[in-house]
């Protein structure tokens, strides 16, 4: 009768997951810059145990050996909450948080499936994002690997104020907990709501923005005392800064205060090119999101009169900003706003870096290894090694010498566990 205690106990225990080998034709050391020959990884309880050259005899063996192993991308601006469509300003009002979480879960699905192991996800409605990283950290749905800021912090009338543009019987007066402030003490409380309601970082909106339904996309939207009251509260409560800016001014006074990266730059000027340099500020392109305001500008009737000018203005300016941005060294961070253009096509970021100027091997290190450092993550992502979190995907071709293979990823592994192997 004793031993049955003892056999609940023993059943009771965890079980370690089996060990998955995987034989990749070739290795992309991303830190280098170099692609390598057959390589054979071992990944034990969700982690990379071994890295070698050569391959394993092991029959259960994932055979890779048509394709090239990296390690999983990061994107660094993603929404995954939402996706731009011709009734998104009607959606504001018709969609409900439970909406919102679903689109996410989707989204988030999609995201993974196209090779991006972990996002940062820079702004939502209703906190869903928070959620769902919970949930997809309980391995209750597919997605993946969560950073999010939760609801963005602006200003009355600004860029993410989730009333600008409304009737004013409906658009009431939001606050910080709506991440809406108007002095240094109302910032300090935005960030607080935030480490309240779980967040992992801060986004602010430092200007104006092209899609919102205000007229300037560009105009400083903090002041000083403002942004200072933010950057200090959120260093007390261990938060990153993440600062959405359009115009020069408002990036700039951003800089200064010590966000760690200025989200799409567009208008970025020589001055803020040497901020960023002395700072080490990272800037995060989304070349993307300009390509794409861009071609829906030229739509007759898909953005409300307010915002198509702002599009067809900003969106074209980008490119030619983020080439002289990389020329000047400033540190890039991969990101495309996801969100605004489809889920899923994320890996066309790359071809717009490389057509903007960036060495392959640049642009696939601003997805893993400068990417992991800005998320403060580079002990745990963005490269294969003894000890990292088993995140692998696989492209047939070299991405060295096509960035546009990222396109079309056959093999992810996130945790050690497969989500997509080769037809």
Not at 73 to 84: A, E, G, N, R, T
Not at 236 to 263: L, N, Q
Not at 311 to 327: D, L, N
């Amino acid at each position: 009768m004793r031993l049955l205690p003892l056999l609940s106990f023993l059943l009771a225990l965890p079980v370690a997951a089996e060990p998955v080998i995987v034989n990749c034709g070739a290795l992309l050391d991303v830190a280098a810059g170099a692609l390598l020959g057959p390589h054979q990884v071992r990944v034990e309880d969700g982690r990379f145990a071994i890295v070698a050259a050569g391959r394993s005899e092991h029959p259960a063996a994932v055979d890779l050996e048509a394709h090239t192993c990296l390690p999983g991308l990061i994107d660094m601006h993603v929404h995954l909450d939402d996706q731009h469509n011709p009734k998104s300003y009607q959606e504001r009002f018709t969609l409900e948080a439970a909406d919102r979480a679903l689109l996410a879960a989707a989204f988030a699905r999609r995201t993974l499936l196209a090779g991006f192991t972990t996002v940062r996800n820079l702004g939502d409605s209703y906190n869903v994002t928070i959620a769902l990283r919970e949930a997809i950290q309980a391995g209750h749905i597919e997605g993946p690997r969560v950073y999010t800021a939760g609801k963005s912090i602006a200003t009355t009338g600004g860029h993410a104020d989730p009333t600008t543009g409304w009737r004013r019987d409906l658009a009431g007066d939001p606050g910080p907990h709506e991440g809406v402030i108007n002095s240094p003490d109302d910032a300090r409380k935005a960030v607080r709501q935030r480490y309240k309601d779980g967040a992992d970082l801060i986004k602010i909106t430092a200007t104006g923005g092209v899609l919102s339904t205000a007229r300037s996309g560009l105009n400083p939207q903090f002041t000083d005392a403002e942004l200072q009251a933010l950057i200090a509260a959120a260093r007390d409560y261990g938060f990153r800064v993440a600062a959405h800016a359009h115009g020069a001014e408002g990036m700039k006074r951003a800089i200064r205060a010590g966000v760690a990266s200025i989200e799409h730059g567009s208008l970025m000027d020589e001055e803020a090119v040497a901020l960023m340099r002395q700072h080490g500020t990272y800037l995060v392109p989304t070349l993307m999101a300009g390509e794409w305001v861009a071609e829906k500008a030229e739509v007759e009737g898909y953005f409300p009169d307010v915002v198509r000018p702002k599009a067809a203005a900003i969106g074209p300016q980008m490119k030619a900003m983020f080439t002289r941005a990389y020329a000047a060294g400033v540190k890039i961070a991969f990101g495309t706003d996801s969100g605004v253009s489809a889920h899923g096509d994320n890996a066309r970021e790359f071809v717009l870096l490389v057509d903007a100027g960036m060495a392959p091997a640049d642009a696939l290190r601003s997805a893993t290894v400068d990417a992991a450092e800005l998320l403060d993550e580079s002990e745990r992502l963005g490269r294969i090694g003894p000890g990292k979190l088993a995140d692998l995907i696989a492209v047939a071709g070299d991405p060295l010498a096509d960035v546009g293979v990222l396109s079309a990823v056959a093999f992810v592994m996130k945790d050690g566990r497969i989500y997509r192997r080769p037809d």
